[in-house]
């Protein structure tokens, strides 16, 4: 480490010196290149935390790179404000807390496995605009189920509807198939987990159709903020990671 970073003591003061690093330079400071450099490449050499860098930190290796990324994609210093410390925010807490990794990380590895070339492909993009198109993550939310569903129902050669299904009725089916339905376990505890899953299915077809972008809405509708797509994204994860496994469980 340079004399001109021995202050830094431990993993989260580097953290914070990275977040510093980039909303000085977002914010039209001036900041020293290899700060950054190093900065990035302690995080990413560390495979306790590669994971929950930005997507943008790994492709921008250089400030001058970061800049021309921040500066086209925001007009507004406040704008990137709120981007960057939103996108470092996890980083922080997983040192500050010295908890595991968040869900999402556990979700990611489980759909690329599961189907890289499409529904962990749709997972990604969920993640990515959950922050600045809460819509557009609330409809990816919705496919990315949709899909993991018909995965398992072709996979089990069970024949339905592909182009013409309502997901309340595409869960119905993979269910089924999964021993997953409330009224095929005798167990109460059990009926009212697995209809909170039904209804957590619902409830996302719903909040799609009200609140997506696949369809046209009225200028008085309200529009879903990042919270409500957080949930949405967070709950289409949570519930295809418990499919895929239930899935995987039975086929093995």
Not at 67 to 84: D, G, S
Not at 113 to 126: L, N, P, T, V, Y
Request: proline residues 4%; hydrophobic residues 35%.
């Amino acid at each position: 480490m340079s004399a001109e970073i021995e202050f830094i003591n431990d993993d989260f003061d580097r953290a914070e010196y990275l977040q510093s690093i980039v909303l000085t330079k977002a914010t039209g400071g001036e900041v020293e290149e290899q700060h950054y450099i190093q900065m990035r490449n302690h995080f990413m050499g560390n495979p306790n935390y590669s994971e929950l860098i930005p997507r943008w930190i790994r492709t921008n290796r250089n400030i001058d790179q970061f800049w021309q990324f921040i500066k086209n994609k925001f007009p507004t210093y406040a704008e990137r404000r709120v981007f960057l410390n939103e996108e470092l925010n996890p980083l922080l807490e997983y040192i500050e807390t010295k908890q595991t990794l968040p869900p999402s990380k556990s979700i990611d590895a489980v759909l690329s496995k599961f189907d890289s070339d499409g529904i962990h492909f749709a997972w990604q993009k969920a993640l990515e605009r959950k922050t600045q198109d809460p819509e557009g993550a609330i409809t990816i939310s919705r496919t990315i189920l949709e899909s993991v569903c018909k995965h398992i129902l072709l996979a089990k050669n069970i024949e339905f509807n592909e182009t013409n299904i309502e997901i309340s009725d595409l869960y119905r089916l993979t269910a089924k198939e999964l021993n997953l339905s409330p009224d095929q376990h005798t167990e109460k505890i059990f009926k009212q987990i697995l209809g909170g899953c039904s209804g957590i299915i619902n409830g996302l077809g719903s909040l799609r159709n009200k609140h997506g972008d696949a369809h046209g809405s009225s200028p008085r509708a309200v529009k879903p903020k990042p919270r409500h797509a957080e949930l949405a994204v967070n709950l289409a994860g949570t519930m295809a990671l418990f499919l895929i496994s239930t899935y995987e469980a039975i086929e093995t």
